[in-house]
């Protein structure tokens, strides 16, 4: 068997034990302008994928500080697989009732990852 097809199988391997463990589901958003025929426009947020199984997950004040992101900003890993969409830096994530920004993004979305992680942030009221 040659490499690639090993590396293939590894990874749909991977999707199956990993998936199940996805137990909330996303929309991704993506901000868009659109014209008003008056010579203004319209700016929205638009679903670029709906149902994305994912998982959030918390992260520390370590990782936040070596981020240099600010305290009064909720940041969470978001979890879902890659093969989903081709999730950008300027996205947002809507899980549940909570809006979430993309920051970063580690493992690329559409490649041969079978899981991409979401760096997003929300800012907390308080």
């Known amino acids: 068997m040659n490499k690639a097809k090993r590396l293939d199988e590894a990874l749909a391997r991977g999707r199956r034990h990993y998936t199940p463990l996805l137990t909330q589901s996303a929309t991704i958003q993506r901000f868009t302008r659109s014209s008003d025929g008056m010579g203004g426009g319209a700016e929205s947020w638009s679903n670029v994928a ?15 500080d070596t981020a240099g992101i600010s305290s009064d900003t909720l940041v969470v890993s978001i979890d879902m697989p890659a093969t989903t969409t081709n999730l950008l830096t300027r996205d947002r994530i809507v899980v549940g009732s909570n809006t979430y920004y993309v920051i970063g993004i580690v493992g690329l979305s559409g490649t041969r990852n079978f899981l991409v992680t979401a760096i997003a942030g929300m800012k907390q009221l308080g």
């Open 50 to 64: 709906t149902s994305i199984a994912c998982q959030v997950r918390a992260t520390s004040q370590d990782e936040k």
